[in-house]
């Protein structure tokens, strides 16, 4: 009886050490764990569309970094929904398994700043950050050239261009 209340004692510690070795490997890039809200914003000049990206952030120094990076992540995979007399619009992939079958695509796509080209300006003047209880809450407007980041993705084969359904 005493040996058991023993291996007992053990198997608890030993499950919680050996669950924090492997869930580390969770913190790679992994779309699901943004945290933003994104809604159009407007049409920009020369295919430009901007979008009201809602981020929280632990440092407000990072705000900047995180909105474009948001704001493209959402274009690509989440779409946006409708404001101020502005449609919805679609993500470019439409597929939810493609970014899991394109990962390698994706991980260097952000972890390389490829985004950043994309991003034409982020209204600054406009940024509201909000202090929350542990985070800042921001909202800002990024300009994203759409057309250029859809040129790109039909490239890398990750999309179908638009004329592809008519082609056949």
């Not at 053990?10 to 924090?20: D, G, S, V």
């Not at 430009?48 to 704001?71: D, F, G, H, Q, R």
């Not at 940024?127 to 490239?155: G, P």
Request: aromatic share 12%; with cysteine; charged share 25%.
């Amino acid at each position: 009886m005493n040996i058991i209340k023993q291996r007992c004692k053990w198997n608890i510690p030993l499950a919680f050490f050996l669950f924090c070795c492997f869930s580390s490997k969770a913190a790679e890039y992994q779309p699901d764990l943004y945290r933003y809200e994104i809604e159009t914003a407007g049409l920009g000049i020369q295919d430009n569309m901007l979008y009201k990206i809602t981020c929280w952030v632990k440092n407000p120094s990072s705000a900047v970094e995180t909105a474009s990076v948001n704001a493209i992540h959402g274009v690509i995979f989440s779409g946006c929904s409708a404001s101020e007399g502005m449609p919805a619009q679609t993500p470019l992939v439409k597929t939810p398994t493609l970014s899991k079958e394109q990962t390698a695509y994706f991980d260097a796509f952000f972890r390389d700043r490829k985004y950043s080209q994309y991003i034409v300006s982020i209204a600054r003047s406009s940024m509201k950050v909000i202090k929350m209880k542990k985070q800042y809450r921001i909202e800002v407007v990024v300009s994203v050239n759409k057309r250029k980041l859809r040129q790109e993705l039909e490239k890398a084969g990750i999309i179908q261009k638009l004329g592809a359904v008519f082609e056949k």
